[in-house]
């Protein structure tokens, strides 16, 4: 292989990294924030459990009642919007991001690089954001209880017992996300993101299909580091059960 | 002067009565066992008198400090609120040890944050923390966990792990303990050795509360039962009163079915 097509395809894979990278370190504190949300307890209409009406009496009223007391607007708004970030395509959420700003608001996009990170970041935030809220619901509540009979404040609980469980719980699925999103990259080509499958396309077009294959020696090696990153921190956290 | 008094507490969770007004109170060094079926309240009381559950109605006085009153509790997280809660030693049937520390570390979290507030913290931090730390390892000695200073949880048996989260309990200085069925979840063979402990605190003339199934170890170490029954006090007096001569026919009958089984409901 010569050396153009090496330098071709480092070229379109260092915008697989920039996505990659730019993901990562915008998506794992938005997807905090929208954990937040998910979890939300705020319940504005709480009040109507407390009211002694005769409408109780019917089955109907007595449930519309009770929903209303539970209902969660903010929890309820953030759920239905990862349900619906993570029952799409994320090719379908790229095209979204590339197109709807100018059609709805006339501020057509006009950096492809823009669209495809902002398409990825919210789409990775909102998994990102499950695994976070399955890490924390999966804490016992005794370990609160514990901290709290210790006289311990809820920020502390939450920092010096919680959060260490926390990570030690997300970092096996956030390892798998983290590997699934280096090889979604390439979906940036769907918009037209000079990507390295987008590159290597340039030498199939001339009757070169080697150089596509070897796309795959690219992603096989980066994701060969990150495994062995990922298992060294795995068992750094292994040093207790539980 | 009693040092602890529970007044009226009452708490329903939905629509289920669960203490239906509890009035007792305990003289400092006294020894208290609550039995009573499972589903009586015993938990939910003493989770109320330590600040888990917020009882509906009611008062606790501690030390002659009004340190609860329904009609207008504390409010969760607030510096009073956590300096009356450091003074009740909880301890859970399923230890809640944090598994992140070693027994040593587990004992020594609690008194180490308290410490960070003390005025003189920053002036005398080296001091302070070799004291928590000696501290800690003192009350490890006496449960018998010298050599498990630098275990972790996972790494000790369920009796081992009783104990320290007794110490850690204990790091704290309380002046009441509470347990709530502190061997249930642990073998028979080693429900001994937990016992023992509890029962040398005991000793030290420490002022407890122990919810128990564990009819012969009650009998030992209080200086007075209360029998519960319903979510609400069907029985109290000393142990002999409440074992030899039970007044309440409910009391009897739950005796004896205890006796008949050997102590395991
Ligand atoms: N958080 C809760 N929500 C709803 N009901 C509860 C809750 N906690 C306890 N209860 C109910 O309150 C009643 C008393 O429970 P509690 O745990 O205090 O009993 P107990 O005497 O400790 O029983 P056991 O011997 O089985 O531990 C039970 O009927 C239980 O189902
Ligand atoms: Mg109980």
């Known amino acids: 292989m010569n050396m153009q097509i090496v330098k071709t395809l480092f070229e379109g894979f260092g915008e697989n990294l920039i996505l990659f990278i730019v993901t990562i370190i915008a998506a794992v504190p938005l997807g905090f924030v929208i954990t937040f949300g998910s979890m939300s307890k705020w319940a504005p209409f709480k009040f109507v459990a407390r009211i002694e009406t005769n409408l109780r009496n019917n089955r109907f009223w007595a449930e519309v009642l009770d929903f209303l007391a539970d209902f969660r607007p903010i929890s309820f708004v953030t759920r239905v919007f990862v349900w619906i970030i993570r029952g799409t395509p994320l090719m379908l959420q790229l095209f979204v991001v590339l197109y709807v700003p100018g059609l709805l608001l006339g501020i057509p996009m006009r950096n492809r690089m823009t669209a495809a990170l902002i398409a990825f970041i919210i789409n990775y935030a909102a998994y990102f954001s499950e695994i976070y809220r399955g890490g924390i619901e999966s804490i016992p509540k005794g370990q609160y209880e514990a901290g709290q009979v210790l006289g311990m404040t809820k920020t502390q609980v939450l920092f010096k017992v919680v959060l260490f469980q926390v990570v030690k719980r997300i970092v096996p699925p956030m390892g798998n996300e983290i590997i699934t999103l280096v090889k979604d990259t390439s979906l940036a080509r769907v918009i037209g993101v000079a990507e390295i499958i987008m590159s290597a396309e340039r030498f199939t077009k001339q009757g070169l299909i080697g150089p596509l294959f070897s796309t795959g020696l690219y992603f096989l090696a980066f994701n060969g580091i990150l495994t062995i990153l990922l298992s060294k921190l795995e068992k750094k956290l292994d040093y207790y059960k539980g | ?265």
């Open chain 2, 1 to 265: 002067m009693a040092i602890l008094e529970v007044k009226g507490i009452y708490k329903k969770f939905g629509t289920t009565e669960v203490l239906k007004g509890i009035d007792f109170s305990m003289e400092e060094g006294e020894v208290l066992s609550i039995i009573g079926s499972s589903g009586s309240g015993k938990t939910t009381l003493l989770r109320s008198i330590s600040f888990l559950e917020t009882a509906d109605k009611g008062t606790i006085t501690l030390d002659g400090e009004l340190v609860f009153d329904a009609a207008n509790p504390l409010k969760r997280n607030s510096t009073k609120q956590r300096e009356i809660q450091s003074k009740f030693g909880f301890v859970f049937q399923s230890f809640n040890l944090f598994p992140q520390y070693t027994a040593l570390e587990n004992v020594m979290l609690a008194p180490r944050l308290a410490a960070k507030e003390r005025e003189d913290y920053k002036k005398n931090k080296k001091e302070i923390m070799a004291e928590i730390e000696n501290d800690a390892k003192e009350l490890l000695d006496r449960a018998g966990l010298s050599d498990k200073y630098h275990n972790y949880p996972c790494e000790l048996s369920g009796g081992q792990q009783q104990r320290v989260a007794i110490c850690r309990a204990l790091a704290l200085k309380p002046k009441i303990m509470l347990f709530d069925e502190p061997t249930s979840a642990l073998d028979p063979e080693i429900t001994n050795e937990v016992l023992k402990v509890i029962k040398s605190v005991a000793d030290l003339g420490m002022t407890m509360i122990i919810v128990t199934h564990e009819m012969n170890f009650a009998k030992n170490i209080s200086d007075r039962i209360i029998f519960m029954d319903k979510g609400i006090i069907a029985e109290e007096g000393t142990a002999q009163e409440v074992f030899e001569n039970p007044k309440n026919p409910r009391t009897r009958e739950f005796i004896t079915s205890f006796s008949q089984t050997g102590g395991k409901e």
